[in-house]
């Protein structure tokens, strides 16, 4: 894990979205590796509120969303935990059209390395259409039926 040398540079805010079953993150950058302990902290707060077996992340980025690379190893980690908890996709909305091209890329590294399905938006609406089609998915595979669980 990250040590801890400098303050963290970025901010992070979430809520889980029950009716729709969501994990909302704002995110702004750039970010630097103490951020990572800021993050589990916030994020991981709201996901110990989930307790449903298929929920999905809305990721909104703001800023230039990069860190330095020795960060994906630990956000690779946080990915396959919040996988182990029931999480069936992400959506991730970046905001900032500077450096799009490396801020995908960077995303990327993070999520490739796990089989959590990911695609990238460049609104929130599309994003949560998408997030909501993948929850449902995954409450079949799990056997729960949605029709009064999920709203769009």
Not at 45 to 62: F, M, T
Request: net charge negative.
């Amino acid at each position: 894990m990250v040590n801890k040398k400098f303050s963290a540079h970025g901010d992070v805010h979430a809520h889980f979205l029950q009716e729709k079953r969501i994990l909302s993150i704002s995110l702004s950058g750039p970010f630097n590796l103490e951020f990572i302990l800021k993050y589990q902290r916030v994020v991981g707060a709201e996901r110990e509120k989930i307790q449903v077996p298929s929920w999905a992340s809305l990721v909104n980025v703001h800023g230039l969303a990069l860190a330095p690379m020795e960060a994906t190893a630990d956000a690779q980690l946080i990915v396959d935990e919040a996988v182990d908890s029931g999480l069936v996709a992400t959506a991730v909305v970046l905001h900032e059209t500077e450096g799009l091209a490396l801020q995908q890329k960077f995303w990327s590294k993070i999520y490739d390395a796990s089989t959590l399905p990911f695609q990238f938006f460049s609104d929130s609406s599309a994003a949560s259409d998408w997030l909501v089609e993948k929850i449902a998915s995954g409450m079949q595979r799990h056997n729960v039926y949605q029709s009064r669980n999920i709203t769009r």
